[in-house]
């Protein structure tokens, strides 16, 4: 019977650190509730690109035991909003992305779950099946989000078939 318990633990060691990562990653970020962070977008550097040049600002608005939402504003438009839900699978982004009457894009609710291990200041999502079905060229998009140790500065970065794609540095504002 001892044996069978230390084999069982073995097994779920994996699944139990990666959980305990997801959890300790969701509550620092719950734990910067109500803090504002702004800056800009360093890559692409191209005019032609949407957010080129535009304010960025992510207000950790909403923070409850399972949920965390994330307004995200590109300039004037707050049609985004990244939402982090803690799952018993795991951690969960999700992008919603409204109309200023409030109802969801037709694209919508995409993102994916947190790849394994990560850690409590840094995970990865890999676009999961209901982001590929709206987004077929996003079927390979990781989006990866980095809260400095301090709590002074988030990056939110993404990829597309493994090269950059977007990144921004946001600063804790006062």
Not at 90 to 101: A, I, K, P, T
Request: proline share 6%; hydrophobic share 35%.
């Amino acid at each position: 019977m001892k044996y069978l318990l230390i084999l069982l633990l073995t097994f779920n060691l994996p699944l139990m650190a990666q959980t305990d990562t997801h959890q300790a990653f969701f509550d620092k970020l719950a734990g910067l509730c109500g803090q504002t962070f702004t800056g800009q977008s360093s890559f692409p550097d191209d005019p032609k690109d949407s957010f080129y040049g535009k304010p960025l600002v992510a207000h950790i608005a909403e923070c409850g035991p399972a949920q965390i939402r994330v307004p995200f504003q590109v300039g004037t438009d707050t049609s985004r909003t990244w939402v982090f839900n803690l799952k018993e699978d795991g951690l969960q982004l999700q992008h919603d992305h409204r109309h200023q009457d409030g109802t969801p894009h037709e694209v919508n609710l995409y993102g994916g779950m947190a790849t394994a291990p990560g850690t409590a200041l840094e995970q990865s999502f890999a676009a999961d099946t209901h982001t590929i079905g709206q987004i077929p060229e996003a079927a390979t998009n990781v989006w990866t989000l980095t809260l400095s140790e301090d709590g002074q500065s988030l990056i939110y970065y993404l990829e597309r078939h493994g090269k950059p794609r977007f990144k921004a540095t946001l600063y804790r504002q006062p």
